[in-house]
């Protein structure tokens, strides 16, 4: 369960604004495992709206997903109902509802920062799901772990500099890129390195309406707005008028556009469970 957005409000619009992304990366590093991706199991941890599990149907033998909240999950299954084969279940990545060893991949994509409060300093929610991850995986398998870094998350978006505060509030549930390499090597996988895409956008053709964040269908694919406060919202969507009435918002965009090319929007954390 997200410690702070209420998602059965948000999958109405979730994939308004929404799109998979790293599918090539996330294919590439699957191929790299021990089996032939096309004879693969592979499982979405938190599949929310099924984006990622449509992405992976027709390419893998078999698609598992799980997803906590129900209103995301009842999405996935309307999206996913011509899909012989797969398995979708409601269930938490702290207790997988899933064999041990019954999968070649594990794909998390946006998931672990809704386990943790910011308070934790060690991320124990976040290590006990990747002690999980492990557990159903089999030998030879992959994890891959779509994440951010904290300055990514600051740089990548155009809209974090209009909302600091919340920004501050979310990175802290963002476990550090090397503390997570570190919760998989304790768990018994072994970290194969982390991909970034420097070219694509969660909001895909969306991302870049100046006047997006004024509306909540669009705010509703982006996690970060959840922590805005009501006063902070009021004046964000002031500066963002106020910005596209006087002709700076292009300028604006362009800056943040050029810090977005640098940084990415997201980075891939693979692990691999080894063949013994």
Same mark, same amino acid.
């Given at each position: 369960?997200?410690?702070?957005e209420n998602y059965?409000?948000?999958?109405?619009?979730?994939? +308004?604004?929404?799109?998979?992304?790293?599918? @090539?990366?996330?294919?590439?590093?699957?191929?790299?495992?021990?089996?032939?991706? =096309?004879?693969?199991?592979?499982?979405?941890?938190?599949?929310?709206? =099924?984006?990622?599990?449509?992405?992976?149907?027709?390419?893998?033998?078999? %698609?598992?997903?799980?997803?906590?909240?129900?209103?995301?999950?009842?999405?996935?299954?309307?999206? *996913?109902?011509?899909?012989?084969?797969?398995?979708?279940?409601?269930?938490?990545?702290?207790?997988?509802?899933?064999? #041990?060893?019954?999968?070649?991949?594990?794909?998390?994509?946006?998931?672990?920062?809704?386990?943790? #409060?910011?308070? #934790?300093?060690?991320?124990?929610?976040?290590?006990?799901? %990747?002690?999980?991850?492990?557990?159903?995986?089999?030998?030879?398998?992959?994890?891959?772990?779509?994440?951010?870094?904290?300055?990514?998350?600051?740089?990548?978006?155009?809209?974090?500099?209009? $909302?600091?505060?919340? $920004?501050d509030r979310l990175?802290?549930?963002?476990?550090?890129?090397?503390?997570?390499?570190?919760? *998989?090597? @304790?768990?018994?996988?072994?970290?194969?390195?982390? +991909?970034?895409?420097?070219?694509?956008? +969660?909001? =895909?053709?969306?991302?870049?309406?100046?006047?997006?964040?004024?509306?909540?269908?669009w705010r509703d694919?982006?996690?970060?707005?959840?922590?805005?406060?009501?006063?902070? *919202?009021?004046?964000?969507?002031?500066?963002?008028?106020? *910005?596209?009435?006087?002709?700076?918002?292009?300028?604006?965009?362009?800056?943040?556009?050029?810090?977005?090319?640098?940084?990415?929007?997201?980075?891939?954390?693979?692990?691999?469970?080894?063949?013994?």
């Amino acid at each position: 369960m997200s410690k702070f957005e209420n998602y059965t409000i948000t999958s109405e619009n979730y994939d +308004l604004t929404r799109q998979p992304v790293g599918l @090539e990366l996330i294919f590439g590093a699957l191929a790299c495992g021990s089996r032939p991706l =096309g004879e693969q199991t592979v499982l979405d941890a938190g599949c929310g709206t =099924g984006n990622y599990l449509a992405a992976l149907h027709g390419k893998v033998a078999k %698609v598992e997903g799980v997803e906590l909240n129900l209103g995301m999950l009842e999405t996935a299954q309307t999206k *996913m109902a011509d899909c012989p084969g797969m398995r979708l279940q409601q269930g938490s990545v702290l207790e997988l509802p899933i064999e #041990d060893g019954a999968c070649d991949g594990v794909v998390v994509n946006y998931v672990l920062h809704h386990l943790e #409060d910011g308070s #934790d300093a060690s991320f124990a929610a976040t290590r006990s799901a %990747v002690a999980e991850f492990h557990r159903v995986l089999a030998p030879g398998g992959t994890l891959i772990i779509q994440t951010c870094y904290h300055q990514q998350y600051r740089q990548g978006y155009w809209y974090s500099a209009l $909302i600091p505060a919340a $920004i501050d509030r979310l990175v802290h549930r963002f476990i550090p890129l090397q503390l997570l390499e570190q919760g *998989m090597s @304790e768990s018994g996988l072994v970290p194969a390195g982390r +991909l970034v895409s420097l070219d694509e956008v +969660l909001q =895909g053709e969306t991302y870049l309406d100046p006047l997006g964040p004024t509306r909540q269908e669009w705010r509703d694919g982006d996690s970060s707005w959840a922590l805005v406060e009501e006063g902070e *919202m009021a004046n964000v969507i002031a500066e963002i008028k106020r *910005m596209v009435a006087d002709s700076s918002m292009d300028e604006f965009l362009a800056e943040r556009e050029a810090l977005r090319r640098q940084h990415g929007q997201a980075t891939f954390v693979i692990g691999r469970k080894p063949q013994s």
